[in-house]
């Protein structure tokens, strides 16, 4: 039990509180998948008077959270750490070690284990109890490669499996099964498509995979994101259940720190397939190759892993789905409201301003739809006008092509000021993807001029598949 007692701890670990650049202080930044930093803005919201204390930034404050940068104070990251670890294994009895053969199934321990937060489950039981009268239910996976299906295939991923299962399980229920997994996605591009891949589909169940896809390099926006991300689906018309999924690579990287404190502030479930997988593979009753054909992904037996622990978790909300309040839910009315209305200009929904000199591909690239290209042969991009974008918006982004091999470097100037230059290369990367990055942000919601400009100089093109505003 000591182990574990290290491991909530370490779960717990609290971050300072810090957003993008305000108008007033953003600069232009290179930046690239591996190594992106966070950047800061001025703190929105009142905070508490308290003693004196000095900040990481050398701002001293009298307030619990800095006005510089929004970092906690020690006394107000020590009063959120205590909460997040009180709600980490809950009322959850933790088993001692019995051996574990994948092919007899997950043991008693390892479902222990996985519940790493129990969470309100009142929606969940109204799921249940949806799906038991015979009605129509709507399940949707909203997450990264894993979610997708990567080293198990459409049929033998667990968002199949598990789908399978209710369905199984509720033999008389209409199930519709969603599932919006993109390759090399965190959680800052899931807010912003969640409207487009999940709301719109009017979900009664959401489950979301993020922690080995957010990193450490943007600690603050991805965790902004994902809060963000559970307080858009939880106040969507159709009021689902949202359960988290907590993932791991194979050194024990994950996110899960970060995910945790924001499930645990607003008793959100989640279900770790980190905790339960390490703990076997620890204990060497396995190894990561049984479970893995690389150090991330899952192959078809991890997924059936996660399944497992999915569905126990889910056949535990049945058995006791008539002693579950459904009156009091969880309330996320004080989560941060920065995304709540994330979305996408595409070039499926939209046109831009102006687009003089670039090309408008419909080809889906990287599961969005189509890409505005700009093509350079002498590194000139002769005849290429800037890529403008007249929006209305608090929060600005852009989702862009990261490529092996022709990748450039653009500005994205906002109001006519460069806000943030991006490197678009990506040599001897594992391949092509779409990667996102945060722009700039206001104090209030207004309209503003956003254009995209290519650096002159070099063979490249450069490809921008959406504008992300909120």
Known sequence: MKKIISLMCAAAVVISMAGCNSAATGTATTTSAADTEATTTVAAEPAETVDAWLCECGEVSN???????????????AAAKENAANAIYAGVEIPEDSKYVIADGVTDRMVALSTYIKGN????????????????????????????GSSAGDKDCYARLTTDWIIKTFPDAEV??????IGATGSYIGVHRAERDVVSKNPDLVFIDFTVNDTHANIQRDKESY?????????SESAPAVVTIAMTQEDGTSF???HSEVCAAYDIPMISYREAILDVIDKGHIVWDDISDDNIHPNVAGHSVLTELITAYLQDVIDNVDSIDTENESDLSSANGKFEKAALITPENAAPASDTGWESESTIFGNFGGRWIARSKDGTFEGIEPLRFEVEAKNIGVFYSKLTSMGGTFDV???GQVAKTIDSRFPGGWGNYVEAEEVICFPEAGKHTVEIVPHTGEKSMVAISAIAIS
């Open 256 to 258: 899960v720190e970060y």
């Open 63 to 77: 307030t619990e959270k800095c006005a510089v940068c929004g970092a906690l104070s020690p006394d107000a990251q």
């Open 227 to 235: 809060e963000g991300l559970i307080k858009k689906l939880w106040e």
């Open 413 to 415: 100037v906002v109001d």
């Open 121 to 148: 489950q009142a929606r969940l039981a109204k799921f249940v109890k949806k799906a038991q009268a015979g009605e129509k239910v709507t399940v949707a996976y909203l997450g990264g490669s894993i979610t997708q």
């Open 176 to 181: 519709e099964y969603v599932r919006a997994g």
